[in-house]
């Protein structure tokens, strides 16, 4: 089986830089995946690591590492718009990494 | 590009009824998936189709199921909804490209009464 360990909300002010963390457990990793959701709508892909390292696009960064089971998305010159739930996923190797297994989510509050 | 669509948007059912949501896509993905959405839950897969014909159940698939006649359709259903089922459900299919990306519709909000 797998898990996923993420904070349950995270508060931040416009123009600071944010890291939520994430921690899973798996019988066998294919890589971390994160997605944004904001309230009322769908969620959205916004990376993907499946090596260690650091992956940038734009302002935000998804960071992993395989030997610590870690990872983190970080969100830098952050906007009221970046007010939102973020969800770290792994894939399930018991599937043939067909099934994306999600974390509970960190809702991320953006204030002025 | 429409991407995936769901139906219905809300609904409002009585316990003991069948429910059929309706999941549809055109990019042609071979994987799909159902997720329910609970408070504090996260995101709970319920079945999952990697191909046209073939399915699979996720962490909560009791009292539900689910048929991939094709590879556009996938639809989940009901037997005979309970309250515990009330909850908001995604749709998903899987991009064939390296980061796996996933591709959700707009979601059913079902309450069942």
């Known amino acids: 089986g797998q898990s996923l360990e993420q904070p349950s909300e995270v508060t931040a002010v416009e123009g600071a830089i944010v890291q939520i963390n994430c921690t899973y457990q798996?019988?066998?990793?294919?890589?971390l995946s994160w997605y944004q959701q904001h309230d009322g709508g769908a969620p959205t892909f916004l990376s993907y690591?499946?090596?260690?390292g650091l992956e940038e696009t734009g302002r935000f960064s998804s960071f992993l590492s395989r030997s610590d089971s870690y990872g983190y998305l970080l969100l830098q010159e952050l906007q009221m718009k970046d007010s939102a739930s973020y969800f770290c996923?792994?894939?399930?190797?018991?599937?043939?990494?067909?099934?994306?297994?999600f974390g509970t989510g960190t809702r991320l509050l953006v204030s002025p | 590009i429409a991407g995936i669509t769901q139906a219905p948007t809300s609904q409002i059912l009585a316990a003991g009824r069948r429910m059929t949501l309706r999941c549809t896509q055109d990019?042609?993905?071979?994987?799909m998936y159902w997720y329910r959405q609970d408070l504090g839950l996260g995101l709970r897969l319920i079945h999952y189709?990697?191909?046209?014909?073939?399915?699979g159940k996720g962490e909560v698939p009791d009292g539900y199921s689910v048929s991939r006649a094709n590879t556009d359709d996938f639809p989940l259903t009901l037997a005979s909804a309970v309250p515990s089922q009330t909850s908001v459900y995604f749709c998903?299919?899987?991009?064939?490209?390296?980061?796996?990306?996933?591709?959700f519709g707009e979601g059913s909000r079902l309450t069942v009464l």
């Open positions: 998903a299919s899987r991009a064939t490209t390296a980061t796996g990306e996933l591709f």
């Open positions: 798996t019988s066998g990793f294919y890589g």
């Open positions: 690591n499946a090596l260690d």
């Open positions: 996923a792994v894939r399930d190797r018991n599937t043939g990494f067909q099934k994306l297994v």
């Open positions: 990019m042609r993905h071979n994987a």
């Open positions: 189709s990697n191909t046209a014909g073939t399915t």
